[in-house]
Each structure stands twice: as structure tokens, then as C-alpha cells.
């Protein structure tokens, strides 16, 4: 936890440190956090193994309901599941911060190609061992994407091409019928396609319910959370329900600005909120 509190502290700080534009210290934090982040990745992995091998190194305590084995320089194993996230506070949180740095380090120029490998690997081993649900669909996706921008090097195609798939699925999927996974003799009950499907159903009851002003200005903040005891699946349904379509279309136009000159970046970010 204190480690925890030490990292989180330094993105605050670095942020501060944006407002008032000091690139050069920022650019020491975030060199700094970089090279943190392969300690991370190597602690997670050895987490996985070492619980996988000396669980007793890992008392179990209850953190508000989640089950978790811990260990005070090794961090946190979602106990029964086998899923390590270091000191975040649940497996998908870590799962987002190592398939976003692996997406840095794939466009990032290495000297030495072996090392660009072994670093993919690492980050790419890491991710899986967390066994995140969404954070692998996006990798996945994000992966072809970049490969794709690579060889047709036209960045338009690439944020067509991610534009479609968003509204495949925030439109569609709520309506897919997650049971029928079941006929390929998938346990849903026990996975988290069964909680993804309730979170998305949720999301189609609350639209239902919404007047046309509801759509403009939302429902405020965490309606969903305290009518539903639950929150919802995605980002953009978040946005909508809570703030409105409005804020949405705003926030997307301010991260175009900001991300959009970098394709492979922005489709990561965009996908990424498909995973919150």
C-alpha cells in the first residue's frame, strides 16, 4: 500500500506539474515512471509463480468483500482465481496499466531490438497472467490496429475502422445474449461474461428510463451506481447516463485534439474506455 500511495502521489504530482509547464521535470517523472513500470511488470509475474508454489507467503484478508491474498513486496492475488495486480485494487486496474505501457513500448524506438522484444514479452506475459477480460480484448485489437496503420500507413482508415467497432458495440452488444456462449460448453456462470451481461442489460433498462433531457444533460452523478447497487460496463454509456450526450461528444472532441495525431495512441484510449 505505501508503495501504492507513493506511485499514485507521483502521477498527481506530475499533473500539478503539467499546469504549471515545466516540461523538464515532467519529462524526469515520466522517464522515471517508465523504467518503474518494468518493476511492476516483474513483480506481478513473480506474484503469479511465487503464490503459485508458497501460497503461505500470502495471507488471505477480506478488503470490503474481495478475497485477497497479499504480500507486503509482492502485492495483492485475487485468492481463488489466481489473479495477481500488484498493489492496484483489483486485477483489470493492473491489467489497463500494463497494456497501456506494453502499446508505449511498441512504438517506441529501442537501440537494441532483442531488448524491444524481451520488453513486449514481459509487459504481454504480465497482462495475461492478470487474466483481464477487457484489458486483453483491447490489447488484441489495438495490436491489429497498429499493425494495420503499419502497413497501410493511412491513419484515416485506422480511426474509421475503430469508429465502427465502437458503435458495433456500444449499440449491439448490450442486446447479445451471453448465454448462448453456454452451447460451446463455457461456464458463463463463473466468468465475468455473466457480470459483463447484467452491467449491459443495466445499461439498456437505464436508457429505456431516460427522457429526451435526461440524454442532454444525464442523470447524475453515479445514478446508476446507487439505484443498481452495480455500475455500467463502458465508459460511453457512463458518460451518457451520468452527464449527457453533450459531454460526451465534448470530451471525444477534446481527446481527438489532443491524442488523435498519434492513430495507434488514440485507438488504444478509445478502446481502453470500452474497459473501465
Not at 74 to 93: A, Q, T, V
Not at 143 to 151: A, E, G, M, Q, V
Amino acid at each position: 500500500k505505501p508503495l501504492a500511495v507513493f506511485f499514485c502521489d507521483c502521477l498527481f504530482f506530475a499533473g500539478l506539474l503539467n499546469l504549471i509547464n515545466k516540461p523538464g521535470i515532467r519529462t524526469k517523472l515520466f522517464e522515471l515512471e517508465i523504467k518503474f513500470s518494468y518493476l511492476i511488470a516483474l513483480l506481478i509475474i513473480l506474484a503469479y509463480f511465487v503464490y503459485m508454489f508458497a501460497p503461505s507467503l500470502f495471507p488471505v484478508n477480506n478488503y470490503g468483500g474481495y478475497i485477497m491474498a497479499t504480500n507486503p513486496i509482492l502485492g495483492f492475488i485475487d485468492e481463488g482465481k489466481n489473479r495477481p495486480c500488484w498493489f492496484f485494487c483489483e486485477p483489470s486496474y493492473s491489467g489497463f496499466y500494463l497494456g497501456l505501457h506494453f502499446f508505449y513500448y511498441l512504438g517506441k524506438n529501442f537501440k537494441n531490438k532483442n531488448h524491444k522484444s524481451l520488453t513486449l514479452a514481459l509487459f504481454a506475459l504480465a497482462l495475461y497472467l492478470t487474466s483481464s477480460l477487457g484489458s486483453l480484448i483491447y490489447f488484441v485489437l489495438s495490436l491489429t490496429f497498429y499493425f494495420i496503420n503499419k502497413i497501410i500507413r493511412s491513419p484515416k482508415w485506422l480511426i474509421y475502422g475503430i469508429y465502427g467497432i465502437l458503435a458495433f458495440v456500444i449499440i449491439v452488444l448490450p442486446t447479445f445474449d451471453i448465454y448462448s456462449i453456454g452451447s460451446l460448453d463455457y461456464d458463463v456462470e463463473s466468468s465475468s461474461f455473466f457480470d459483463r451481461q447484467t452491467r449491459m442489460q443495466i445499461s439498456k433498462d437505464v436508457y429505456h428510463s431516460m427522457s429526451s433531457f435526461d440524454f442532454i444533460i444525464g442523470k447524475g452523478l453515479e445514478y446508476v451506481t446507487e439505484k443498481y447497487k452495480i455500475g455500467l460496463s463502458d465508459a460511453y454509456n457512463k458518460m451518457v447516463v451520468e452527464y449527457g450526450i453533450i459531454f460526451l461528444a465534448a470530451f471525444l472532441l477534446w481527446l481527438k485534439k489532443h491524442v488523435s495525431k498519434n492513430p495507434s495512441f488514440y485507438v488504444f484510449t478509445l478502446l481502453s474506455m470500452l474497459s473501465i
